[in-house]
Nanobody, 115 residues
């Protein structure tokens, strides 16, 4: 049993910052990621991080977003700086367990960047 709960979304002006958090329940804390889905568009990968800290970012967020994790707290974070209107989307937390062939998803948190 795995549950993911996101928090930290909200309304912010262009150029502002937000930090998203995702807390995982259960005993498994594997590859973690953040995805987003803008209105009328498909869900896309934002960033991933392995248990050892190896990261991967979408080109659109490199240099602005930072993904991190605390394995003791079983929490993953997404620090978002220099936000743009195009960043507006519902952001979803994801856990991938390759040995199980399983993905778990949070219910999402809304991020709106607007003046």
């Amino acid at each position: 049993q795995v549950q993911l709960v996101e928090s930290g979304g909200g309304l912010v002006q262009p150029g502002g910052s937000l930090r998203l958090s995702c807390a995982a329940s259960g005993s498994i804390f594997s590859i973690m990621g953040w995805y987003r889905q803008a209105s009328g568009k498909q869900r896309e990968l934002v960033a991933t991080i392995t248990r050892s800290g190896s990261t991967n970012y979408a080109d659109s967020v490199k240099g602005r977003f930072t993904i991190s994790r605390d394995n003791t707290k079983k929490t993953v974070y997404l620090q978002m700086n220099s936000l743009k209107p195009d960043d507006t989307a519902v952001y979803y937390c994801n856990m991938e367990v390759p040995t199980w062939g399983t993905n778990y998803w949070g219910q999402g948190t809304q991020v709106t960047v607007s003046s």
